[in-house]
């Protein structure tokens, strides 16, 4: 190749390179436009470290965290996604649940759409007001047969479970998720208390659930500018765990594009 061919080769590389970074930008200047779509108050128990980066957490390196969310119940089967609603998100739910209606259901496509997610809301008090109903009955059985071993440690689970829903699980629950971004805003229009984020249903059946889907929010992780490090300065591996982890306030916005980016962080 001529030397002209090896420098017009680097020109272009570089163009293409500007041109990446100038989509890039303005896509976050897009996103961070106008007044956010939502802004949450989130707290330890909302975040963690996105994975990979427990290993990785020189001085230099991007910080990135990400959101810890849930729903409703102890199982896996999300109650309110039934075979009606994911019909009405595209999915085609077969009649008979037999071998060949179940192969058919699962090959279907993963489908994009919003989630709605729920901050501090009805969703997290259910979940409190179970686990202090799973204590009272507990303790009622307990006083019944005060010897009964296996009794007293299903109270001390229960109040266990109890202790974990009040201070320490994530708040942040999947309440809702539907095709039209507007009328699910319409339904939830709290932006204090709800965000709304693309995501993913991907179509399974499970025995004991039925027809069902998992899912899978588009929102990686929300980047800590370097002004706010400090403030998680001792989140590793071992903070995952609740007794070790530093309590925080972080204030997240979730702009145009309902992309997340934090607005501030403190101790």
Not at 227 to 238: H, L, Q
Request: glycine share 8%; hydrophobic share 40%; proline share 4%.
């Amino acid at each position: 190749m001529s030397r002209l061919g090896v420098r017009g080769g680097l020109w272009l590389s570089l163009a293409v390179v500007l041109l990446s970074n100038a989509v890039v930008l303005a896509g976050v200047y897009y996103n961070r436009s106008g007044v956010p779509q939502s802004v949450l108050t989130l707290s330890e128990r909302e975040l963690s470290l996105s994975s990979g980066q427990w290993l990785n957490r020189e001085a230099d390196s991007a910080l990135h965290l990400q959101l810890l969310w849930r729903h409703e119940g102890d199982g896996g089967a999300i109650t309110w996604l039934t075979a009606s609603r994911l019909q009405a998100m595209g999915f085609t739910v077969p009649v008979a649940a037999d071998p060949d209606g179940q192969q058919r259901f699962r090959r279907q496509l993963e489908r994009s759409v919003w989630l709605v997610l729920e901050l501090n809301g009805p969703a997290y008090r259910r979940q409190v007001q179970q686990a202090r109903q799973a204590l009272d009955e507990a303790e009622a059985r307990v006083r019944s047969r005060p010897d009964d071993g296996e009794l007293l440690r299903q109270r001390d689970h229960c109040r266990e479970r109890l202790e974990e829903e009040v201070h320490h699980a994530s708040r942040l629950f999947l309440v809702d998720a539907g095709l039209d971004a507007d009328a699910l805003r319409v339904r939830y229009p709290d932006r204090q208390g709800y965000v709304l984020l693309a995501g993913h249903l991907k179509p399974y059946y499970a025995t004991d659930r039925g027809f069902s889907a998992s899912v899978q929010t588009g929102v990686s992780g929300v980047s800590v500018p370097h002004a706010w490090r400090e403030v998680f300065d001792g989140w590793n591996r071992d903070t995952q765990y609740r007794e070790k982890k530093p309590r925080v306030t972080v204030e997240v916005a979730f702009g145009q594009r309902h992309e997340p980016w934090m607005v501030e962080a403190a101790r």
